[in-house]
T-cell receptor, first 114, second 115 residues
Framework: AQTVTQSQPEMSVQEAETVTLSCTYD???????LFWYKQPPSRQMILVIR????KQQNATENRFSVNFQKAAKSFSLKISDSQLGDAAMYFC???????????WGLGTSLAVNP | DAGVIQSPRHEVTEMGQEVTLRCKPI?????LFWYRQTMMRGLELLIY????????DSGMPEDRFSAKMPNASFSTLKIQPSEPRDSAVYFC?????????????FGSGTRLTVV
């Protein structure tokens, strides 16, 4: 079975600054994928970034990047040059093996202060 | 593409009434997922379908909940009778068969309030 833990229920950042959201996971599978989703107040779940476990290179999407530490089973999300529109709930998730299901963390609520 | 379409966006109903939530997945996606989101329990997978066939319904809370997918472009989640503890946001998501690799596309959700 897989588990995902997001240890920071709430975080805040100043506009234009950088913030890192933490996520740790556990799986016995060697083949797995990791995801960060964003849920703004509109409640739409939006895929932000994904990481393939077999790739050592950290994924990057514009201002969003991950720090993937496979041995530590850590998958943190870094948001650079934070914008007011980044304020949202952020969820970390894993899919592993042949299981089609995503296993989710409980989320981190990010506030961006002007 | 219009994305995953859910209706209604909001639903308020009285305890004991039947509630039907609807979902139209993205054309070409063959996996469909129903989730429930609450503050206390986060995102819970209720059921998922692959090629219109229910694969895993272990998350369905009880017999009051039922889900159908009569064809590739439509699914329903029904609650009968509804109870106040069913109040939550219900999401539908769809994916290709590679969804576990590339992630899901979510609808905008239905906020259900049972009074």
């Amino acid at each position: 079975a897989q588990t995902v833990t997001q240890s920071q229920p709430e975080m805040s950042v100043q506009e234009a600054e950088t913030v890192t959201l933490s996520c740790t996971y556990d799986t016995s599978e060697s083949d797995y994928y990791l995801f960060w989703y964003k849920q703004p107040p509109s409640r739409q779940m939006i895929l932000v970034i994904r990481q393939e476990a077999y790739k050592q290179q950290n994924a990057t999407e514009n201002r969003f990047s991950v720090n993937f530490q496979k041995a530590a089973k850590s998958f943190s999300l870094k948001i650079s040059d934070s914008q007011l529109g980044d304020a949202a709930m952020y969820f970390c998730a894993i899919s592993a093996g042949n299981n089609r299901k995503l296993i989710w963390g409980l989320g981190t609520s990010l506030a961006v202060n002007p | 593409d219009a994305g995953v379409i859910q209706s209604p966006r909001h639903e308020v109903t009285e305890m004991g009434q039947e509630v039907t939530l609807r979902c139209k997945p993205i054309s070409g996606h063959n996996s469909l997922f129903w989730y429930r989101q609450t503050m206390m329990r986060g995102l819970e997978l209720l059921i998922y379908f692959n090629n219109n066939v229910p694969i895993d319904d272990s998350g369905m809370p009880e017999d009051r909940f039922s889900a159908k997918m009569p064809n590739a472009s439509f699914s329903t989640l029904k609650i009968q009778p509804s109870e106040p503890r069913d109040s939550a946001v219900y999401f539908c998501a769809s994916s290709t068969s590679r969804g576990a690799t590339y992630g899901y596309t979510f609808g905008s959700g239905t906020r259900l309030t049972v009074v």
